[in-house]
């Protein structure tokens, strides 16, 4: 069962909640009202091939317009949907959608792009997750191989054997999941040795310091390096300029991700774009 009301009487009496001009974000509740309203929206942002800058896919990345505070980002909500449990809905709201989005591409006869979701640790390791997965999988009739499942490195901490059996069964079924954050947890090599991941994404501090930091160039280096040793695709976040995609090239890195190229945008644009 998911916490309901243990979390939430909590955070109502925190006195700065009150103050905080986005009130209305941070109690379950609105959530509540929001997921019911259907006050979400998917934006999406271009994954791109390092070679060339043509694209690779889309991560799709969660907005709430709310009806008095406009448009805010996950940042501002995910925390709470997590602490309340309201992730579960959330999540399952954001693989139909991402699915839906595959079958309407695949009916328009677009190219075969992947759409990248975000999953929380939460909701990634809740027992109905794989279930609901293959059940709108099967509805909307779309192939595996075209969704890839964000995890952040946080989640390989917890749990080991269940997140191990969870991301080799995904495997089987066809899906690929994807470390995202890569480089800031505490966790490591030792996951990617033994879970079956088909990505790596490399933080985007480690990429917005590779002009100025000797360090974080070398963090990068190693870390493509790294991938390339084990076979799995790499992606650099956070790419603003020309010059972070020059050297990236230069490392050998496969994709990119970034303002430089796009930043995420609502279905309207990305299909006028591309
Ligand atoms: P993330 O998955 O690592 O996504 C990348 C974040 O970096 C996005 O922020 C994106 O807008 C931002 N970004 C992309 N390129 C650049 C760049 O060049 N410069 C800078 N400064 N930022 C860039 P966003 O959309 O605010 O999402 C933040 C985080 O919220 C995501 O990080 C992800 O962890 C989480 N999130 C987003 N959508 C969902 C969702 O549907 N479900 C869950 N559970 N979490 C989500
Ligand atoms: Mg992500
Ligand atoms: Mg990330
Ligand atoms: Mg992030």
């Not at 949907?81 to 139909?96: D, K, Q, R, Y």
């Not at 901490?157 to 947890?185: A, P």
């Amino acid at each position: 069962g998911r916490k309901k009301f243990s979390r939430n009487a909590q955070t109502f009496y925190q006195p700065e909640m009150y103050t905080s001009m986005s009130n209305d974000l941070h109690t379950e509740m609105n959530l509540r009202k929001g997921i019911e309203s259907n006050e979400f929206e998917l934006y999406y942002q271009p994954k791109v091939n390092c070679e060339d800058g043509s694209i690779a896919g889309f991560e799709a990345l969660i907005r709430w317009n709310h009806p008095k505070l406009g448009i805010r980002g996950p940042m501002e909500f995910i925390p709470i949907a997590e602490s309340t449990g309201l992730i579960i809905p959330i999540g399952e709201w954001v693989i139909t959608q991402a699915l839906k989005q595959l079958a309407l591409w695949d009916i328009g006869h677009r190219k075969q792009y992947t759409i990248s979701i975000n999953i929380s640790s939460r909701h990634f390791l809740h027992n109905d997750f794989p279930k609901y997965l293959l059940s709108q999988m099967d509805y909307y009739k779309v192939s595996p191989s075209r969704l890839v499942i964000e995890i952040t490195e946080s989640v390989a901490m917890m749990e080991y054997e269940t997140v191990k059996e969870r991301i080799h069964y995904l495997n089987e079924l066809g899906f690929s999941v994807s470390i995202d954050d890569f480089g800031t947890g505490f966790s490591a090599f030792v996951y990617l040795q033994h879970f079956p991941i088909k990505e790596i994404k490399i933080d985007r501090q480690f990429i917005q310091e590779i002009e100025s930091d000797e360090k974080s160039l070398s963090i990068t280096r190693t870390i493509i390096n790294l991938a390339e040793q084990l076979s799995l695709r790499v992606v650099s976040e956070g790419v603003e300029t020309i010059e972070q995609w020059e050297k990236l090239k230069m490392l050998g890195c496969h994709e990119l991700q970034g303002f430089y190229f796009s930043k995420p945008l609502n279905i309207k644009k990305i299909e006028e774009l591309y």
